[in-house]
């Protein structure tokens, strides 16, 4: 079928912290109120058995368990943020993606360029390989026939999500927009990548599809 759609777009670190607020918000969000209400009558409980008997180690046992498990519940999200933030800090931001939209299925291709990667010319010979220094015959020859050259240095990733077989629904943040899939995964278009007919058209897609 063809192409309906096509974005490009980058993450930065604070599209990608918004895009991982905007996941436990929708799929965790829920269950850890569920689960706090639950450890709080644990801990009602609890405190209503040291209360009655103070002698006895079970209340103190599981009150101690439901708080330290409360505790845990709202401070591991958090710890696995600033975490994966200072993670991209440190490696940077480097991949850049091309999202496709047809209408029975979504592609996406990561390309993946280090910034700081170190790149030669080399040439095959009969003694072996050996780099293209500047001014040399072969790199001449290479100035004249760039196809030459092999870049090996760009990796591509693809991605495809058939609408039949994968739960998908988009989301909207700021300046963000949310395509979650399968549970499981969570996909950043920030706004600025986008122009005015691109953005339209983009929600469009997943209004018409109710996939929202």
Known sequence: MSEILKVKYDNTPEEINAAYRAFQNKYTL?????YTIVYIIVIVLAADLIIKNPTNPAGYFAGGLGVGILIFNWIKPVIIEKKMMRSLS????????????YDDRIEIETDIMPEDIETEVVAITTSGVVKVEEGSEAAKEIEEHPELVR?????????????????????????????FVNRSYIHAVPRRCLS?????????????KSLT
Request: net charge negative.
């Open 196 to 208: 005015d007919s691109e953005y339209l058209n983009f929600k469009a897609y997943f209004e018409d």
């Open 30 to 34: 829920r269950r850890k109120i569920i």
């Open 90 to 101: 440190e490696l940077g931001t480097d991949e850049t993606y091309e999202m496709r939209l």
């Open 151 to 179: 870049d090996d240095t760009e990796k591509v990733e693809k991605t495809v999500y058939k609408l039949a077989e994968t739960e998908i629904c988009m989301g909207e943040g700021k300046d963000v927009i949310f395509v």
